[in-house]
């Protein structure tokens, strides 16, 4: 600390150096002389998204969550492209209890970025998680046409992670890729067996077009653990997709004893027979 403020001495108008000695400050939680630091590095560089996204890390840290989630969209409007402040605007904009606002367009994705993503894809395990809760929008195609690129290139190297195919099956089935998403959730139970969710994620892929490998996924996501509403139901629609009408009311009764206010199950019980039957 001492030797950036003898160089900001010497170069009062470097952003980096304010942002550096800002981050200083801010590792041994002196978030208000950090937040100093950062403001000046904003006027210093008024396009540096990163001295932006700081200040807004330390009014988040005092509590200041309105202002927190200005400053990071602010970064990204600067960077529309850079997905952590996307993740991150969602975080601040919780926590200040407003509305999520997208940018309409994100940039082409650069080299850097993609390596630097798939390094926080592999360290951080809610990273994916944070992103598919964000809202549809329409800047959907290009967020996590990204995303899938950045779990591409993991995969690339961890083919052998379940848990990250896993989460590239429920960012292919985001973007409605359907076959890939499937791909993807086949490969992560062949790799754990007993992976309940990917059975589950396998078997809700295929509950349209293949009821009967869709209830051997389900069967097997109970058999390892998947006692859960939504699992029975999703089950419940393959039995009645196959016409094994005791096999579906069987689950959707399960589905209810778990959790009585689960629609989906208690509209399937409420239809006439022949409707539950698929007309047969």
């Not at 606002?101 to 390094?119: F, I, N, S, T």
């Not at 899938?148 to 890729?177: E, F, I, S, T």
């Not at 996501?221 to 089950?235: I, P, R």
Request: proline share 3%; hydrophobic share 45%; aromatic share 4%.
């Amino acid at each position: 600390l001492s030797t950036l403020r003898t160089a900001l001495c010497a170069h009062p108008q470097s952003a980096p150096l304010h942002l550096a000695a800002g981050m200083v400050l801010a590792a041994q939680d002196r978030f208000d002389e950090a937040a100093g630091q950062f403001q000046l590095a904003t006027q210093c560089d008024c396009a540096c998204a990163e001295a932006y996204r700081r200040l807004g890390h330390c009014r988040a840290a005092e509590g200041r969550f309105d202002e927190a989630l200005g400053l990071i969209r602010r970064a990204l409007s600067i960077d529309p492209g850079d997905l952590t402040l996307i993740r991150e605007t969602l975080t601040a904009a919780r926590a200040a209890g407003a509305a999520v606002v997208l940018p309409a367009e994100v940039g082409a994705p650069r080299e850097e970025d993609l390596r630097r993503l798939a390094a926080l894809v592999l360290g951080e395990t809610d990273f994916v998680q944070a992103l598919l809760a964000l809202p549809a929008a329409a800047a959907d195609g290009e967020i996590f046409g990204v995303l899938a690129l950045v779990m591409d290139l993991v995969l690339a190297h961890h083919d052998d992670y379940a848990d990250m195919h896993y989460r590239a099956a429920l960012v292919q089935r985001r973007l409605g890729r359907r076959e890939a998403a499937l791909a993807h959730a086949e490969r992560a139970v062949a790799l754990n067996d007993g992976y309940v969710q990917a059975r589950f994620l396998a078997g809700s892929l295929l509950v349209d077009c293949d009821p009967r490998a869709a209830a051997e996924h389900l069967r097997r996501a109970v058999s390892a653990g998947g006692d859960w509403a939504d699992v029975h139901a999703t089950l419940g629609a393959a039995y009645q997709r196959l016409g094994q009408s005791q096999d579906a009311r069987r689950e959707m009764a399960r589905s209810l004893q778990i959790n009585s206010n689960y629609t989906p199950a208690a509209e399937a019980m409420a239809r006439p027979a022949g409707d539950r039957n698929g007309g047969r």
